[in-house]
């Protein structure tokens, strides 16, 4: 069975920081699945935060955390991280990871593109 499990969510003040997880299970990430890191604001349409593509580690950032996250995977744990630093209240949202078969350099920003997706995980950021 094909899952994506995340974790790491929580509450943290503006500047703190927070490792989100993405754990797969019934399928192997590397050179295989291109991962994206997407957030929904409450009453805001779902928004790419940050993807990786499956093989050389080519990555993308939204503008708006661009410097602040890093993305990363460890093929050993069948995991991808979100390393969330400097957060800021407009951070607040469910994040979500989702995976899509991929092989090579590519990464993918749209959520349609996806094709499985974990439950989510929530962030808020408040003081």
């Known amino acids: 069975q094909v899952q994506l499990v995340e974790s790491g969510g929580g509450l943290v003040q503006p500047g703190g920081s927070l490792r989100l997880s993405c754990a797969a299970s019934?399928?192997?990430?590397?050179?295989?699945?291109?991962i994206g890191w997407f957030r929904q604001a409450p009453g805001k349409e779902r928004e790419g935060v940050s993807c990786?593509?499956?093989?050389?580690?080519?990555?993308f950032y939204a503008d708006s955390v661009k410097g602040r996250f890093t993305i990363s995977r460890d093929n050993a744990k069948n995991t991808v991280y979100l390393q969330m630093n400097s957060l800021k209240p407009e951070d607040t949202a469910v994040y979500y990871c989702a995976a899509v078969l991929s092989s090579g350099s590519y990464y993918y920003t749209h959520p349609h593109e996806y094709d499985y997706w974990g439950q989510g995980t929530q962030v808020t950021v408040s003081s």
């Open positions: 990786i593509s499956s093989s050389d580690g080519n990555t």
């Open positions: 019934g399928f192997t990430l590397k050179d295989y699945y291109a």
